[in-house]
């Protein structure tokens, strides 16, 4: 079955810096790559996603980058301000069938003032 | 707005006692999930459904069992609660065709 790594699993960083969270997945097949935030004490929620048809797509600060034949995919927060600390997980979910994702172990970002 | 509820935000229960936790969702989404965070392992799949009365095991079933009678309602059932099962539960919900997960609050669930 499809196994996701991510790494780091912590990361400090001073305000306006850029930061970056990385994720390998191992099954070909994945075609669907969310991220999701989850600040202390909330539940997760999706910040952005990327489909295996595309290799980078961008929200205002947040980018994520994918590269198929590698197989794996990046988080990139730039210009980062103290409320974007929190955990953020990587997923990946494999074409057809099953829906579930799997998720990595979380990288917990601090963004120091 | 996608509503994920939870029917308890905590709980404490004894060692060996039937525990059910129950997740509710306002988006008529056909799958739901049920999933526990515990430090350093991240998400971890339980059971899945992605119909009503339909189940597959995530992957650590082991020691829970789920029920889906209503499309909006899905249930965590701790047969004999043990002290392993501490955690914090997180239920979700999905439009398959979209892929985007809705989490619920979570129900910190304490096993003495």
């Known amino acids: 079955g499809e196994n996701v790594e991510q790494h780091p699993s912590t990361l400090s960083v001073q305000e306006g810096d850029s930061a970056v969270i990385k994720c390998t997945y191992s099954d070909s097949a994945s075609n669907y790559f969310p991220w999701y935030k989850q600040e202390l004490g909330k539940r997760p929620q999706l910040i952005i996603d990327?489909?295996?048809?595309?290799g980078e797509k961008k929200d205002q600060r947040i980018a994520v980058t994918l590269n198929k034949t590698a197989k794996h995919f990046s988080l990139h927060i730039t210009e980062t301000q103290p409320e974007d600390s929190a955990v953020y997980f990587c997923?990946?979910?494999?074409?057809?069938?099953?829906?579930?994702?799997?998720f990595g172990k979380g990288t917990k970002l601090t963004v120091n003032p | 707005d996608v509503k994920v509820t939870q029917s308890s935000r905590y709980l404490v229960k004894r060692t060996g006692e039937k525990v059910f936790l129950e997740c509710v969702q306002d988006m008529d989404h056909e799958n739901m999930f049920w999933y526990r965070q515990d430090p350093g392992l991240g998400l971890r799949l339980i059971y899945f459904?992605?119909?009503?009365?339909?189940?597959e095991k995530g992957d650590i079933p082991e020691g829970y069992s789920v029920s889906r009678e209503k499309k909006e309602r899905f249930s965590l059932i701790l047969e004999s609660a043990s002290t392993n099962q501490t955690s914090m539960y997180l239920c979700?919900?999905?439009?398959?065709?979209?892929?985007?997960?809705?989490f619920g609050p979570g129900t910190r669930l304490t096993v003495t």
């Open positions: 990327i489909r295996s048809n595309v």
């Open positions: 997923a990946a979910k494999s074409q057809g069938g099953s829906e579930k994702l799997v």
């Open positions: 979700a919900s999905a439009d398959g065709a979209v892929g985007e997960q809705y």
């Open positions: 459904s992605y119909d009503v009365k339909m189940k």
